[in-house]
Antibody
Framework: EVQLVQSGAEVKKPGESLKISCKTSGYMFTTYWIGWVRQMPGKGLEWMGIIYPGDSDARYSPSFQGQVTISVDTSITTAYLHWSGLKASDTAMYYC????????????WGEGTAVTVSS | DIQMTQSPSSLSASVGDRVTITCQASQDIRKYLNWYQQKPGKAPKLLIYDASTLETGVPSRFSGRGFGTDFTLTISSLQPEDIAMYYCQQYDNLSYTFGQGTKLEIK
């Protein structure tokens, strides 16, 4: 069974760094793109970016370029989303999702990681 | 960046009704339009990809149409379990954009 299991909820202060994870299983990690999606409280879905674990080729939405870093560790089939300096506006739910091998939709999703940034 | 305009933003319908949600792209995206359903407190779920292909396991009352810039998601006979947010998503050269979402409620 294909699974994406995300790390638990985080409460951080502005300016702190954070890396959340998306542990995958049940498929060949290096051959499927993994994307990240933000959902601010009560709002819609926002595309952040996507990475190909085979060569760590990462593409970012212009809105998130320079704001976050997407990475992978192929040895443990895990993708990451990293902030070097959090802001209160980063408070949101973050989802990872796998892009299907044969088409461009995100067919398997993690359960989400809630991030709260507050002083 | 390609912008997606989804309408309506909210919709109230009765069980058994035919419901249609539309999504318009700011430029030609050929068939690369996906639809997702999101229930409260849950992750999104893929319903339709490539504008009209039903994801495995999705009820046949859901259907999608369109090509180029104009797309629709139709529920042929609304069921209580269809109450959710619905989002379109376009794909263009490793860049994705979601529509603003449609909140579907039971009347």
């Amino acid at each position: 069974e294909v699974q994406l299991v995300q790390s638990g909820a985080e409460v951080k202060k502005p300016g702190e760094s954070l890396k959340i994870s998306c542990k995958t299983s049940g498929y060949m990690f290096t051959t499927y793109w993994i994307g990240w999606v933000r959902q601010m409280p009560g709002k819609g879905l926002e595309w952040m970016g996507i990475i190909y674990p085979g060569d760590s080729d990462a593409r970012y939405s212009p809105s998130f370029q320079g704001q976050v870093t997407i990475s992978v560790d192929t040895s443990i089939t895990t993708a990451y989303l990293h902030w070097s300096g959090l802001k209160a506006s980063d408070t949101a739910m973050y989802y990872c999702a796998r892009r299907n091998y044969y088409h461009y939709a995100m067919d398997v999703w993690g359960e989400g990681t809630a991030v709260t940034v507050s002083s | 960046d390609i912008q997606m305009t989804q309408s309506p933003s909210s919709l109230s319908a009765s069980v058994g009704d035919r419901v249609t949600i539309t999504c318009q792209a700011s430029q030609d995206i050929r068939k690369y339009l996906n639809w997702y359903q999101q229930k409260p407190g849950k992750a999104p779920k893929l319903l339709i990809y490539d504008a009209s292909t039903l994801e495995t396991g999705v009820p046949s009352r859901f259907s999608g149409r369109g090509f180029g810039t104009d797309f629709t998601l139709t529920i042929s006979s609304l069921q209580p379990e269809d109450i959710a947010m619905y989002y379109c998503q376009q794909y263009d050269n490793l860049s994705y954009t979601f529509g603003q979402g449609t909140k579907l409620e039971i009347k």
